[in-house]
């Protein structure tokens, strides 16, 4: 029936009903471009979002912190009333703030120090007055960090004022990293000032060269033997010191050193101050900057006018001392640095058989020990290689005067004295003692003899020389005196002798008087003898002579 009643409505109204399902099919499209339009704005809002999150992230991830101040928006009836102060964690982890992101500039200036944050406050002052920017270091006084702080004005195109922002970046490593440059950097010009002290101080001339022989480098000195007033017109021009002819006094020393990278030297006469003087140039290549290939030199020109003058006075007194050597009857020889012989006289080839012609040709020292070894000359050695190297190497170990004696096979004996000669090498002087010793050793035999003598006697004796010391005793005088062997062997003199036996002899109450009326009667050759009595009852009759080379002679002889 209702349906029937529909059918009957559509009949008698159509029109009604067209417009009725074109209002609803409206509505539908319309309802479809809503859910259109807001699918749009949705994922609009959603690429807003994400973009904003991004430059958030951003913000976050920069080593950067920043301290805004967020002003509300004229253009609309922002809710915002008052500025917004918005910290950033960044910044709030530099500053080491306690209260985070939620901190104050208030906050901010207390982590700086008092002067630090006034000027910091009147930066801040003049942005926000007047969008004025800055840039300044600063330093916490919290943490020890150091801060580069930037301010800048953020507004759109209109000109509206979005907010002010300080940025704040940390620059301890490089601030740290910059004072330690600069203290090398110090450092290293305190160097190269005290090297330039160093060679302006020099008493000569002094300068570089690099590898295409060109000045790089010249001392004050150098100045003294050139017209140019300063050292950069020098380098500039390439000024060189010339000598009498005008030319370069070190250029072609320079261009042999550097082909053969060998220091060379030479000597150049110049006119100083109106003197003729002599100077000895020396130009030392090196590897400039560790480079094989580039190769710079040090040059330098040193007065030796005064060391000639030493050479040529030492070469006139060496002559003539020579000359009074080769007068003189003891042999001389002067074997060079060498080791060639530079001089002898003919004491020398006298002692050794050598004839003039052969030393004239200036052998070597080991030529020397082999030609008096084949003349069966030289001391018998177990080893001759071994002994000829010793004495070869005595040319650099000999620093003071060395005294030998050389027992030759034909039954001389040679006193060798060695020494450094002036100019180098050794100075050798051979003197023959052959007959000394023999004459020494015929006294010391005659000694013995006497020594063998007196220890035969009964009767202790013992001699003083004139010297006044003693010179010989017998054991008797040993044994009745009591002395140790060790004191008579230094030699003691008779007052020495006297003193020792003190406590043989029974107490007086003036041992000094007693001691000089002994040694009186003992010196006195007119006394012929006295009495001693020791301590013990012992009675010694003491009997004094003068010998014929001026000793005494003391016998003690014990009565009953």
Not at 315 to 335: C, M, P, R, W
Request: charged share 25%; net charge negative; glycine share 4%.
């Amino acid at each position: 029936m209702s349906q029937n009643l529909l059918f009957n409505m559509y009949y008698a109204a159509p029109e009604l009903w067209y417009f009725i399902g074109a209002v609803v099919f409206f509505l539908l499209c319309f309802i479809f471009y809503l859910l259109i339009n807001i699918l749009k704005i949705r994922q609009k809002n959603y690429f807003l979002n994400r973009d904003r999150e991004r430059c958030i992230e951003m913000l976050y991830a920069s080593k950067d912190g920043y301290f805004s101040f967020i002003y509300p928006d004229t253009n609309i009836n922002d809710p915002r009333k008052q500025t917004v102060e918005l910290c950033s964690r960044r910044l709030a982890v530099m500053l080491a703030l306690n209260n985070g992101r939620e901190s104050r500039f208030d906050d901010v200036l207390k982590c700086f120090y008092k002067d630090d944050a006034k000027k910091l406050q009147k930066y801040i002052d003049m942005l926000r007055d007047d969008g004025v920017p800055f840039e300044e270091i600063f330093a916490t006084k919290n943490n020890g960090r150091v801060l580069k702080l930037a301010g800048s004005r953020i507004s759109d195109a209109k000109g509206n004022v979005y907010c002010d922002v300080i940025w704040g970046r940390d620059i301890s490593d490089e601030s740290n990293k910059i004072d330690e440059l600069e203290a090398e950097s110090h450092k290293a010009l305190d160097k190269i000032t005290q090297q330039n002290d160093l060679i302006d101080n020099l008493a000569y001339p002094a300068w570089l060269r690099d590898e295409n022989l060109h000045l790089k480098f010249v001392n004050k000195r150098y100045l003294d033997y050139v017209q140019e007033n300063s050292r950069d017109e020098i380098i500039e021009h390439g000024v060189e010191i010339l000598d009498a002819n005008g030319e370069s006094i070190s250029l072609e020393l320079a261009t042999s050193a550097h082909a053969t990278i060998k220091t060379k030297k030479k000597k150049v006469s110049l006119i100083k101050d109106g003197q003729r003087r002599s100077f000895e140039i020396t130009e030392i290549p090196f590897h400039a900057e560790q480079s094989l290939d580039k190769i710079y030199s040090v040059g330098s020109m040193c007065d030796v006018t005064e060391l000639d003058d030493l050479k040529r006075n030492l070469k006139i007194h060496q002559n003539a001392h020579l000359e009074i050597l080769g007068a003189l009857g003891t042999a001389f020889a002067v074997f060079d640095g060498k080791k060639n012989l530079a001089f002898y006289n003919k004491a020398f080839a006298a002692v050794w058989q050598l004839e003039s012609t052969w030393l004239d040709g200036q052998p070597s020292y080991s030529a020397f020990l082999d030609e008096i070894r084949e003349k069966r000359l030289l001391p018998e050695v177990p080893d001759f290689i071994l002994y000829k190297k010793g004495e070869q190497e005595a040319f650099n170990s000999i620093l003071e005067a060395k005294e030998d004696l050389l027992h030759l096979p034909d039954g001389r004996t040679l006193r060798r004295v060695r020494a450094q000669h002036p100019t180098g090498g050794l100075f050798f002087a051979f003197e023959d003692v052959t007959d000394r010793l023999a004459t020494r050793r015929a006294y010391n035999d005659l000694i013995a003899v006497q020594k063998e003598i007196l220890d035969g006697l009964r009767d202790a004796v013992f001699i003083i020389a004139p010297n006044g010391r003693l010179s010989l005793y017998n054991q008797a005088y040993l044994n009745l005196w009591g002395y140790q062997e060790i004191f008579l062997q230094n030699e003691p003199t008779l007052v020495e002798l006297t003193e020792a036996v003190k406590g043989t002899f029974p107490l007086v109450d003036n041992w000094d008087e007693l001691k000089n009326d002994i040694i009186s009667h003992i010196l006195n050759m007119s006394t012929k003898s006295f009495i001693l009595t020791k301590n013990d009852g012992t009675k010694i009759e003491v009997t004094s002579a003068l010998l014929s080379d001026g000793s005494v002679m003391i016998v003690n002889k014990v009565v009953q």
